[in-house]
């Protein structure tokens, strides 16, 4: 089978998300990409937790590195017994999959489905981690393909050599609805916010972007509202770390008052992603709060002044209601965010679609 990630960006083709092989995963070093191609490794169940949490990836990367992090406790428990090796791969799959609290529900889908993958082999004879990793690979085939679909209802939406506004990294989406564009003949001019504090707009999305050939203009978090009224932006668009079933969008935090901007100067508001049915109403996701003293600095360097009293505030998400949201995207075709509920009319689970 031809893999999904073909002709994608560097940052999007799977070795570079996140790959195991022979008691170890290798880890693209976003905390320093594109500046230096740098890679992590990983060698226990704490060290990928430990990579998710400190962001050595981010976006839907912790997607690929869960599961490949549980074909490394496949192999690290391989001389165990097997009722041993299930424990061991069940509580690795719950210390992976509670890394970071906001995605926990999504991250815990991917990584026990591993389980019976891996038990499977054992039973077999064969190597589980070998076997987990071709699980993951086909995982990743699969939702690339769902999100190329989502892509195509979302592209429908963009005028012919339209401006497009993005927020933060919306990895897979962002490749996709650019290679759709690309086939569709659809030059789109791209905005892109720096996406403070980790710059994950002007590091990722930015590069992605130019590498695949569209014409990017790079922002700073406080001009979109100005970019809007001057440029003429006709879609504000981005992905989302969670969606509740009553239609609310968690994403990276600034996302709310972009939404608001685009409602002010009639800018549609485009959400690409899946409903999670773990979280049926807003007030189950939990907003992760992360060190504020990464607000005082700009990639290392410090920004307010040292021993002075200035506190930091980082709270990683914010919330947007429905409505702020034109459409919510999905495999499925777009949904008004008031009847997401509608998703699961097909008796079909929840698919990660990001």
């Known amino acids: ?12 083709r799977y070795e570079n998300v996140a790959w195991y092989d022979q008691g170890e995963v290798r880890v693209l070093d976003r905390r320093v990409y594109p500046a230096r191609i740098e890679f992590v490794t990983c060698k226990s169940v704490d060290e990928v937790a430990g990579a998710i949490r400190d962001m050595v990836t981010q976006s839907t990367g912790p997607y690929t590195l869960a599961p490949m992090g549980m074909a490394l406790a496949a192999w690290i428990c391989r001389d165990k017994n097997k009722e041993e090796q299930e424990r061991y791969l069940k509580e690795a799959s719950r210390i992976i999959s509670t890394s970071r609290p906001t995605t926990t529900k999504r991250m815990a889908m991917l990584t026990e489905a591993c389980i019976p993958v891996a038990l499977k082999a054992i039973e077999e004879g064969k190597r589980a981690d070998l076997a987990v990793r071709d699980h993951v690979v086909e995982m990743n085939n699969q939702r690339y393909t769902r999100v190329r679909n989502a892509a195509k209802y979302l592209v429908d939406k963009f005028p012919q050599n339209g401006t497009v506004m993005t927020q933060c990294y919306a990895e897979t989406i962002l490749g996709m609805m650019l290679l759709e ?11 892109c ?29 406080n001009m979109p509202a100005f970019v809007m009224a001057k440029e003429g932006v006709d879609v504000f668009t981005c992905a989302a770390d969670a969606i509740s079933v009553d239609g609310y969008v968690f994403n990276k935090v600034g996302t709310s008052q972009i939404a608001i901007c685009a409602k002010h100067f009639g800018v549609p508001v485009y959400v690409s992603g899946a409903p999670d049915i773990g979280h049926p109403t807003w007030d189950t996701v939990t907003i992760e709060m992360r060190d504020p003293n990464f607000s005082l600095q700009a990639m290392g360097v410090r920004t307010a002044k040292e021993n002075s009293g200035v506190k930091g505030y980082y709270p990683a998400f914010d919330m947007t209601p429905p409505s702020l949201i034109t459409g919510i995207v999905t495999n499925k075709g777009i949904f008004k965010p008031e009847d997401l509920s509608h998703y699961f009319d097909d008796g079909k689970e929840y698919e990660l679609t990001v």
């Open 181 to 191: 564009c690309r086939e569709k003949g659809n030059n789109i001019k791209l905005f």
């Open 1 to 12: 089978m031809e893999r999904a990630d073909k002709d994608l960006a560097f940052m999007l």
């Open 193 to 221: 916010p720096e996406t403070r504090p980790y710059f994950q707009g002007a590091r990722f999305t930015s590069t992605v972007c130019s590498e695949m050939g569209f014409d990017t203009t790079l922002i700073t978090d």
